[in-house]
């Protein structure tokens, strides 16, 4: 049996949910997924309901999902159209970074007016990084602004072959970016949106063959850093409802997809781990506790059922595909978490690694 040693995993970008969207997936349904996908942490957005935009919001996050959390984690703070800087000293301190909407998804924490977004950059600290939801034209918009003030910038979900092009020349021009891409935008097009219908919409949306092909280029070159999930799960009944919401789960479906992508030749079973661990590891500037990985047997192939997943919402885009890679243990800070049926460590075992919580 095959079993690979994966250390330290983490999804930095999950949408969690709780508070008042509990319905959709709490702190405690969503980091037993993760687990169960082979991660030890996961960061959370800040398009909760209500959204972390201030002190208070933060710490009343900070406290439950300290209280609920399986796994690791970290939690992002949410840039205002209310000028909400004043603080962003001491609250960098607790966040794992800055997350700034550019375009409109998910949530009400839209920016689009330049000056502000130009606020946000001038007022954030440098030693915790700027993550963005920026697409097309935007991304040039936020490159003027990394280019003035040369604050480290992930652009998160990644997804057309403009954006690559754009991320690429600012590789070369030594601008501090880093770039996220997501299985759904690796694996599914558009050509699969009639099958899908609105389990096939998610923000940015499905792309043309030609921009995945490009996406799958810029892995192999090195341009693109990580492999995020963007996991955001909604309710079936949301997603059958004549306004469906945008957003797709993806916490247990990362790994497999990644490690079937590289049985199938796509990129090496090294850097598809790397994408998953070590990179996000080194950009979030985080050390892994020793005992912390996943041993993950590579030759298991199994079909994706929503039955046997752990996510609230109980679906995935992928249903029906055959992937690659059975967890079968999950070890955090030397503690067993997974046993490749079951989370082990209780509600609260998870920590902050981004500052403790008062
Ligand atoms: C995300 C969500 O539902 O919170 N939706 C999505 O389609 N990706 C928000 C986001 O990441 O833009
Ligand atoms: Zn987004
Ligand atoms: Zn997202």
């Given at each position: 049996?095959?079993?690979?040693?994966?250390?330290?995993?983490?999804?930095?970008?999950?949408?969690?949910?709780?508070?008042?969207?509990?319905?959709?997936?709490?702190?405690a349904?969503?980091?037993?997924?993760?687990?169960?996908?082979?991660?030890?942490?996961?960061?959370?957005?800040?398009?909760?309901?209500?959204?972390?935009?201030?002190q208070?919001?933060?710490s009343d996050?900070?406290?439950?999902?300290?209280?609920?959390?399986?796994?690791?984690?970290?939690?992002?703070?949410?840039?205002s159209?209310?000028?909400?800087?004043?603080?962003?000293?001491?609250?960098?301190?607790?966040v794992?970074?800055?997350?700034?909407?550019?375009?409109?998804?998910?949530?009400?924490?839209?920016?689009?007016?330049?000056?502000?977004?130009?606020?946000?950059?001038?007022?954030?600290?440098?030693?915790?990084?700027?993550?963005?939801?920026?697409?097309?034209?935007?991304?040039?918009?936020?490159?003027?602004?990394?280019?003035?003030?040369?604050q480290?910038?992930?652009?998160?979900?990644?997804?057309?072959?403009?954006?690559?092009?754009?991320?690429?020349?600012?590789?070369?021009?030594?601008?501090?970016?880093?770039?996220?891409?997501?299985?759904?935008h690796?694996?599914?097009?558009?050509d699969?949106?009639?099958?899908?219908?609105?389990?096939?919409?998610?923000?940015?949306?499905?792309?043309?063959?030609?921009?995945?092909?490009?996406?799958?280029?810029?892995?192999?070159?090195?341009?693109?850093?990580?492999?995020?999930?963007?996991?955001?799960?909604?309710?079936?009944?949301?997603?059958?409802?004549?306004?469906?919401?945008?957003?797709?789960?993806?916490?247990?479906?990362?790994?497999?997809?990644?490690?079937?992508?590289?049985?199938?030749?796509k990129?090496?079973?090294?850097?598809?781990?790397?994408?998953?661990?070590?990179?996000?590891?080194?950009?979030?500037?985080?050390?892994?506790?020793?005992?912390?990985?996943?041993?993950?047997?590579?030759?298991?192939?199994?079909?994706?059922?929503?039955?046997?997943?752990?996510?609230?919402?109980?679906?995935?885009?992928?249903?029906?595909?055959?992937?690659?890679?059975?967890v079968?243990?999950?070890?955090?800070r030397?503690?067993?978490?997974?046993?490749?049926?079951?989370v082990?460590?209780?509600?609260?075992?998870?920590?902050?690694?981004?500052?403790?919580?008062?």
């Amino acid at each position: 049996m095959p079993l690979i040693k994966i250390h330290g995993m983490i999804d930095p970008h999950t949408h969690l949910r709780d508070l008042d969207w509990s319905h959709k997936a709490t702190f405690a349904s969503e980091t037993k997924a993760a687990i169960a996908g082979g991660f030890w942490a996961v960061f959370d957005m800040p398009n909760t309901a209500p959204s972390t935009i201030d002190q208070d919001r933060l710490s009343d996050k900070l406290k439950r999902i300290d209280r609920d959390a399986h796994c690791d984690w970290g939690l992002y703070f949410g840039a205002s159209q209310a000028d909400n800087t004043a603080e962003y000293e001491k609250i960098a301190r607790q966040v794992c970074g800055l997350k700034i909407y550019n375009n409109s998804t998910t949530g009400d924490l839209l920016i689009n007016s330049s000056a502000m977004r130009e606020r946000h950059y001038r007022a954030w600290t440098p030693n915790r990084l700027i993550a963005v939801h920026a697409e097309e034209e935007t991304v040039r918009n936020i490159l003027d602004l990394v280019r003035k003030y040369r604050q480290p910038t992930h652009f998160l979900h990644i997804s057309s072959e403009y954006e690559i092009n754009l991320l690429t020349q600012a590789k070369q021009d030594g601008l501090p970016v880093t770039v996220g891409v997501c299985p759904h935008h690796l694996i599914l097009s558009e050509d699969d949106l009639p099958t899908l219908g609105a389990y096939g919409l998610m923000k940015p949306e499905l792309k043309r063959k030609s921009d995945q092909r490009a996406l799958w280029r810029a892995i192999r070159l090195g341009i693109v850093d990580i492999i995020e999930s963007d996991h955001a799960p909604h309710a079936i009944a949301e997603k059958e409802s004549d306004a469906p919401p945008y957003g797709v789960p993806g916490l247990e479906t990362t790994l497999p997809l990644m490690l079937q992508a590289a049985k199938d030749g796509k990129l090496s079973l090294q850097k598809a781990c790397d994408m998953l661990s070590l990179n996000v590891q080194r950009i979030w500037r985080i050390a892994p506790f020793p005992k912390t990985y996943a041993l993950v047997d590579t030759d298991e192939t199994y079909v994706i059922e929503r039955e046997n997943l752990m996510t609230k919402c109980g679906w995935s885009p992928f249903e029906g595909m055959r992937v690659r890679g059975k967890v079968r243990e999950v070890w955090i800070r030397g503690t067993k978490v997974y046993d490749g049926e079951n989370v082990l460590s209780p509600a609260g075992f998870g920590r902050n690694l981004f500052g403790y919580v008062a």
